[in-house]
């Protein structure tokens, strides 16, 4: 990620580089495994998205409220993929021939490597919710939890849970 754009004085607000690691450090994993989904597994495709993500957002962070922040990366990230996908034009890669889908939960700014799969502490039932909820339209998840069996609200329920599970690698 290119640091200059978080110290440039943007009118009358600077944006401070603490700020711009923090923001990079809350969101960048999240947007990255939301584009490498969306991307059909394809890491540098998602590589790309997810820096064109974060460059789109300190060029335009003096308009954005906290609040805003991840709700207007989803976006941006989805327009971005959207554009990049039209660019490059090409067959779609399976989630089988892909050999980076052991990278999705891999993080630029930890230090240690894990040679498992992070998906490895997950049962069956909780990948497929995983991959409807991640795989499907940004704002579309009443349809998710209907073709789950669920409510919306047990839906978001379960990710939580789930992404607890993930965060410590725990079954």
């Known amino acids: 990620m290119n640091y200059a754009l978080c110290t440039e004085n943007r009118g009358d607000k600077l944006i401070e580089r603490e ?16 584009c490498f989904a969306r991307m059909n597994y394809d890491k540098y495709a998602a590589e790309d998205c997810t820096q064109e993500v974060f460059v789109a957002l300190f060029r335009k962070i ?3 409220d906290d609040d805003n922040i991840r709700i207007w990366l989803y976006r941006t990230a989805d327009n971005i993929m959207n554009a990049y996908k039209r660019k490059n034009i090409s067959g779609d890669l399976s989630i089988e021939d892909s050999p980076e889908v052991s990278d999705i939960s891999e993080n630029p700014f930890d230090n240690d490597s894990e040679e498992e799969n992070i998906f490895d502490v997950l049962d069956d039932e909780e990948k497929n919710i995983v991959k409807e909820y991640y795989c499907s339209d940004y704002g579309d998840k009443k349809s998710v939890a209907k073709k789950l ?3 919306v609200n047990s839906l978001y329920q379960k990710i939580h849970k789930i992404k607890n599970k993930l965060r410590n690698g725990k079954n």
């Open 149 to 151: 069996g669920l409510t």
């Open 62 to 64: 003096k308009d954005l």
């Open 19 to 34: 700020r711009c690691n923090e923001i990079i450090q809350q969101y960048y994993t999240e947007i990255y495994n939301y």
